[in-house]
């Protein structure tokens, strides 16, 4: 099995900026895209940014330009930068690794961290 972790949520005015931190641990023989995604108290989970398997990066329109995504391959670890951040960004943060088996490709996904901004 895998495990995933998530850290670095927390309390931000608008403006500042927060780092969060995913890890994966356990038998992973390769990871092929990694994801950030985010909910809010009554609203749908939404994607936010990720890295894929050949290193390129992807971004929602509401962060493009503001959060910046990067992957450490050799630690199994996704960044996440958020800056300038803004109280819609207030969610809880998750992080959903794909990782592939010999039978398939399966989803794995972190307990999330919160991040609240204020105005």
């Known amino acids: 099995q895998v495990q995933v972790v998530e850290s670095g949520g927390g309390l931000a005015q608008a403006g500042q900026s927060l780092t969060l931190t995913c890890v994966a641990s356990?038998?992973?023989?390769?990871?092929?895209?990694m994801d950030w995604w985010r909910q809010a108290p009554g609203k749908k989970r939404e994607s936010v940014a990720g890295?894929?398997?050949?290193?390129?990066?992807y971004y929602s329109r509401s962060v493009k330009g503001r959060f910046a995504v990067s992957r450490d391959k050799a630690k199994n670890s996704l960044y996440l930068h958020m800056n300038n951040v803004r109280p819609e960004d207030s969610a809880t943060y998750s992080c959903?690794?794909?990782?592939?088996?010999?039978?398939?490709?399966?989803?794995?996904w972190g307990q999330g961290t919160p991040v609240t901004v204020s105005a």
């Open positions: 959903k690794v794909n990782v592939d088996y010999r039978d398939g490709t399966y989803e794995f």
């Open positions: 356990g038998y992973i023989p390769r990871i092929t895209n």
């Open positions: 890295i894929t398997g050949s290193n390129k990066s």
